[in-house]
C-alpha cells in the first residue's frame, strides 16, 4: 500500500513537471519569435499571448503550435475531434483544424496519451474540469461585447447551505446604477449545464455584457441576474440531478428555500412571482422546465435552452408532458395565464434539436402560449448566448 501510494505521489510530480515544461516551452516560444502569420488570420481572445498561437484563420479553421520537443505524439482535442499533430526537426508540433462554427468551444492537449489544458490559452471550468478554449468571433454579435456603454458588475457571495450543509457560491450580475440608487430590481435566476457550475454563464456566456449592452440600448430593462451552482450533494451523500421531478427535487429545494431567500435578504429585488425569471441550458434547461413551470407561485417567466429532456441524448426516455407538467395541456388556459413568458431554443445543429421542435409543435397544437427560436450551432455557448439576449428582451415588460 505504501509503495503504490508512492507511485502515485511520484507520478504525479512528473506529470506536473512535464506540463510545466510543455508550458515554459510553450511561454518561450510565443513571447520570443516574431513570424509572420496568415493574411486575415487573428488571435482569439482566449489566448494568453495575444501575438501566439492558437491561430485562427480567415475560413475559422484553427492553426495550432506546441513546443514539445521530447513528446512523441501530440494531439488537439477540439470539440471531441481529435487532430494528430506533425512535428518538425525543432521540436515544434503543428496541425491546421477543418473550419469551426463561430462561438465558444473547449479543447485540449493530448500528449502522449495524456489529456491536458494548453499552456497557451486561458482555463475556464467546463467538461467537468479545468479545460483550455478558444474564441470564434462572429460578425453582428457586438451585443456580446464589451462596449462603451454603463457597466454593472458581477460579483461573488456565499450563502450557507441547508441541503447540503456547506457555504456555497454565487456569481450575481447587477446593473449599472445599482451601488447609487435605491430602487428595486426584477431578478433571473440562471442555471449552468451539465459539466459546469456558477461560473459558466458570467464567464463563458458573457451575460454582464449581454445585459449591459441590452439595457444600455433600452432593449431590456434593469434587471440582476443571479448564477448558482447547481451541483447540489444531498443531505443523504447522493447528487441531485436526473430528467425526472424526483431527481429535481435537492436542486429545486436549494434554489427555493435557500438562493432565493438569501438574495431577497441581501439585494433590492422585486419579491414576486412576476418579477422572477428562471432559465437554464442543458442540465440547466431541464431544471427550468420541472422548476419553472411547476413552480408558477415562483416564478412567472420560465427560458428552457437546448434541454435533452425531450430526446437526442443517451438515457433520454418517452417524454410525456402533461405527466410532467400536469395541466399544460389539460388546463391550458390556466396554465398560459400563470406565465408572462415562456421561451425555448436549440441549435439547429443540435442533436436535440428535431425532438425540441416536436415538443413546441405539441405544446402549440394544445394552445400553450410558448415562443420558440433556433440559432446556428451545435449544443455550444453561442447558442446559449443568443438565447439568453433573446430571453432578456421580453422580460418583465407586461
Not at 496568415?38 to 488571435?43: C, F, M, V
Not at 487532430?83 to 518538425?88: A, E, H, L, R, V
Request: hydrophobic share 35%; glycine share 10%; proline share 4%.
Amino acid at each position: 500500500m505504501r509503495n503504490s501510494k508512492l507511485f502515485r505521489s511520484v507520478s504525479s510530480v512528473l506529470l506536473a513537471a512535464m506540463l510545466m515544461v510543455v508550458g515554459c516551452m510553450q511561454a518561450t516560444a510565443q513571447g520570443f519569435q516574431k513570424e509572420a502569420f496568415p493574411d486575415g488570420s487573428y488571435s482569439p481572445v482566449t489566448n494568453i499571448n495575444r501575438n501566439g498561437y492558437p491561430r485562427v484563420l480567415a475560413d475559422g479553421s484553427v492553426m495550432f503550435r506546441v513546443n514539445a520537443p521530447q513528446a512523441q505524439k501530440v494531439q488537439i482535442d477540439l470539440c471531441g475531434t481529435k487532430y494528430d499533430m506533425q512535428k518538425s526537426d525543432s521540436g515544434l508540433w503543428f496541425v491546421t483544424t477543418k473550419p469551426q462554427v463561430p462561438g465558444f468551444h473547449y479543447y485540449f492537449l493530448i500528449v502522449d496519451g495524456v489529456s491536458v489544458a494548453d499552456p497557451a490559452s486561458q482555463s475556464f471550468y467546463g467538461c467537468s474540469r479545468w479545460s483550455s478554449a478558444i474564441e470564434i468571433q462572429e460578425t453582428g454579435m457586438d451585443d456580446f461585447e464589451v462596449q462603451n456603454v454603463p457597466r454593472g458588475e458581477v460579483r461573488t457571495v456565499y450563502y450557507f447551505s441547508n441541503v447540503d450543509e456547506s457555504w456555497r457560491p454565487l456569481m450575481i450580475y447587477t446593473p449599472a446604477g445599482y451601488n447609487e440608487g435605491n430602487q428595486a430590481y426584477p431578478v433571473v435566476y440562471i442555471q449552468h449545464g451539465g459539466g459546469e457550475d456558477h461560473r459558466g454563464w458570467m464567464e463563458q456566456g458573457r451575460t454582464a455584457q449581454i445585459m449591459d449592452n441590452l439595457i444600455a440600448a433600452g432593449k431590456a430593462v434593469p434587471m440582476i441576474v443571479v448564477s448558482a451552482n447547481s451541483n447540489v450533494r444531498s443531505r443523504n451523500g447522493g447528487f441531485g440531478g436526473g430528467y425526472s421531478w424526483q431527481g429535481m427535487q435537492a436542486f429545486r429545494s436549494e434554489l427555493i428555500d435557500n438562493v432565493i431567500p438569501f438574495v431577497e435578504k441581501n439585494y433590492r429585488v422585486k419579491k414576486d412571482r412576476k418579477n422572477r425569471a428562471m432559465c437554464g441550458l442543458s442540465m440547466g434547461g431541464g431544471q427550468s422546465f420541472y422548476i419553472g413551470l411547476r413552480d408558477p407561485d415562483v416564478f412567472a417567466n420560465v427560458g428552457v435552452f437546448s434541454t435533452g429532456m425531450f430526446g437526442g441524448i443517451q438515457g433520454a426516455s418517452r417524454f410525456d408532458l402533461e405527466t410532467e407538467v400536469p395541466g399544460i395541456l389539460t388546463d391550458t388556459k390556466t396554465f398560459n395565464q400563470q406565465f408572462d413568458v415562456f421561451f425555448m431554443t436549440c441549435g439547429e445543429q443540435d442533436p436535440r434539436i428535431e425532438y425540441t421542435r416536436n415538443i413546441v409543435k405539441k405544446m402549440r397544437d394544445g394552445g400553450v402560449d410558448v415562443r420558440f427560436n433556433s440559432y446556428p450551432g451545435d449544443h455550444e455557448w453561442q447558442v446559449w448566448r443568443k438565447s439568453l439576449h433573446e430571453f432578456a428582451q421580453y422580460l418583465f415588460k407586461q
